[in-house]
């Protein structure tokens, strides 16, 4: 027997369970029984916050990346409106 329901777009869900979390991998909603919905949507939340500041380096480097690739961006903007491209 299996708690774990997966309800998709426009999908109803199931009598007597509740939403977990969501599962942007599979586009879905992953749902338990009503009592237990709770203590997983919790787990969850803890499992990602860990992965999440655990590893501050990563995160830098992501920030880093996004930071620089506006720039870039940025920086043509420009050159195509002053018109030296």
């Known amino acids: 027997m299996a708690f774990r329901k997966l309800v998709g777009d426009m999908e109803l869900m199931p009598k007597g369970y509740g939403v977990a979390y969501l599962d942007p991998s599979r586009m879905a ?11 997983v949507h919790y787990w969850y939340r803890t499992v990602l916050a860990c992965r999440f500041f ?4 990563q995160l830098h480097r ?6 620089e690739q506006g720039y870039e961006a940025g920086r043509i903007a ?8």
Do not use: F, K, Q, T
């Open 29 to 39: 909603a992953v749902c338990y029984p009503i009592p237990v919905n709770i203590i």
């Open 54 to 57: 655990g590893n501050n380096d």
């Open 78 to 85: 420009h050159m195509i409106e002053r018109g030296e491209i």
């Open 62 to 67: 992501l920030l880093m990346a996004s930071y």
